[in-house]
């Protein structure tokens, strides 16, 4: 006997990148996934669903990853434009309130939209982490549901 229930937890971690899975399941008639990741990991869900069917028959099934970044490949772009706009603001500003500063850098860093981040992501390595830690953590969440099975049926023979 196999109970609906189960639970497993995993992480994994290297210079780059710290990764924790969790997965849980609850009674349920059909299959029901739930899949919670960081937006630019959305793009691997319907993998992640399928590695789960493969698995699992039945059940509410939730699977959640958290992602921190170590290590980020990014670039910074500042938009010129933007500055050359908040820059002319910040001037007419002063000329109003009758200040005779003139705008800093300093003042450029906290206004939205002068610079510009694009994180560079390998989204293949992360597919390959994901499928082996999830294969493990999968590994281990049927063996929890082995376990609470096991115990339901002892529970039911008493």
Not at 128 to 146: C, K, P, V, Y
Request: proline share 3%.
């Amino acid at each position: 006997m196999i109970s609906m229930t189960g639970y497993a937890y995993r992480e994994f971690q290297n210079e780059q990148v710290q990764l924790a899975l969790e997965v849980k399941s609850y009674n349920n008639r059909y299959l029901d996934i739930s899949i919670g990741t960081p937006p630019f990991l959305s793009p691997l869900e319907p993998l992640l669903r399928g590695r789960i069917k493969e698995r699992v028959l039945r059940g509410r099934v939730e699977l959640n990853i958290r992602v921190k970044e170590l290590e980020e490949d990014l670039k910074v772009h500042v938009d010129q434009k933007a500055g050359v706009e908040y820059f002319d603001a910040l001037q007419r500003l002063a000329a109003i309130l009758q200040l005779e500063e003139n705008p800093r850098l300093s003042h450029f860093l906290r206004l939205e939209g002068v610079f510009k981040t694009i994180k560079n992501r390998d989204l293949d390595w992360f597919e390959g982490i994901l499928n082996s830690e999830l294969d493990a953590a999968l590994e281990e969440f049927n063996q929890s549901r082995e376990a609470e099975g096991q115990a339901m049926a002892r529970d039911i023979l008493q």
